[in-house]
């Protein structure tokens, strides 16, 4: 599964869509692989294509057992797989844009910020729209980033 997934720049469109999102891969082995540190670090050959690859491939698959474990690599450092990981977020769907809103609205810290970061895939949308109105009513003491996260939610 890792050699079909391991490829490079040039090549990682063409090599992910010939994996069919109804082929009979284990869902929670692609998240496994996703979360494995050792496709994280800087000096793997894999770094970041076979992560990226993944969540593409969960996201064409729409994986809601996926929501939660691609949530949570937003933010890591690593801007190529979180912009694959908010694709893969979008394709998903419904499920994955209530799941952020629900976190934007009942979170602080890390994943208040995961989840404003995750909605602006799904911009624009009335919904996240009056979430967004709400959380500014509400007159926290932001700081300027999310602020500005907030507001583009918005317009």
Known sequence: LIA?????????ETSIEQVSPAAPLKEEYL???LMNDEFQEGLSPAFGTVPQAIARLLGRRKSEKAIIPLFQMIGGG???????????????????KA???KKAENSSGHDFERA???LQAFVPDEEIRECASKLLEKKLPYPPHLKEYLLSLIS
């Not at 079909?4 to 990682?12: A, D, K, P, Y």
């Not at 694959?84 to 979008?90: D, K, M, P, Q």
């Open 4 to 12: 079909s997934l391991f490829f490079f720049f040039c090549e990682r």
């Open 31 to 33: 998240i496994e692989i």
């Open 78 to 96: 690593n801007f190529d797989l979180e912009e694959e990981v908010i694709h893969a977020l979008r394709e998903i769907g419904p499920v994955a």
């Open 99 to 101: 799941f952020c809103m």
């Open 116 to 118: 404003l970061i995750a």
